[in-house]
């Protein structure tokens, strides 16, 4: 097993698809792609490319570590209690674990990501 790993941010491999859970679902009607490209520690690190049309859901991270790099596309993010933050291609952000908010994605959105619970 190589300890290098290159994220391949257009993969060519079918996705897994999938949408909100339908008691986090606030908005649209947004569809999800996850092309996942590594997972270690016994799949408590994973890392790969996540797609998601429009529409808005409550984003409830738990224990988990999410790291994101924005490819394409799009996102505001409002923490309960917070102000709404805007992010477009090539910016990054960390939602730590505990974090409760809206994901508003206004366009489709492509993100690299990194989760660790």
Same mark, same amino acid.
């Given at each position: 097993?190589?300890?290098?790993?290159?994220?391949? @941010?257009? *993969? !060519?491999?079918?996705?897994?698809?999938?949408? *909100?859970? @339908?008691?986090?679902?606030?908005?649209?009607?947004?569809?999800?792609? +996850?092309?996942?490209?590594?997972?270690?520690?016994?799949? !408590?690190?994973?890392?790969?490319?996540?797609?998601?049309?429009?529409?808005? !859901?409550?984003?409830?991270?738990?224990? +988990?570590?999410?790291?994101?790099?924005?490819?394409?596309?799009?996102?505001?993010?409002? @923490?309960?209690?917070?102000? @709404?933050?805007?992010?477009?291609?090539?910016?990054?952000?960390?939602?730590? *674990?505990?974090?409760?908010?809206?994901?508003?994605?206004?366009? +489709?959105?492509?993100?690299?990501?990194? !989760?660790?619970?």
């Amino acid at each position: 097993m190589s300890l290098l790993k290159t994220i391949d @941010p257009n *993969p !060519t491999f079918a996705p897994r698809e999938s949408g *909100p859970l @339908p008691e986090r679902l606030i908005a649209g009607s947004p569809a999800f792609k +996850t092309w996942a490209q590594d997972a270690a520690k016994n799949d !408590t690190i994973l890392t790969g490319v996540w797609e998601a049309t429009p529409g808005e !859901t409550r984003s409830i991270k738990g224990e +988990t570590f999410e790291f994101c790099h924005i490819l394409a596309g799009v996102v505001e993010i409002t @923490p309960d209690g917070g102000e @709404p933050v805007v992010y477009r291609a090539g910016d990054s952000f960390v939602m730590k *674990p505990g974090f409760v908010g809206v994901w508003k994605t206004i366009e +489709t959105v492509r993100k690299i990501y990194v !989760t660790i619970t």
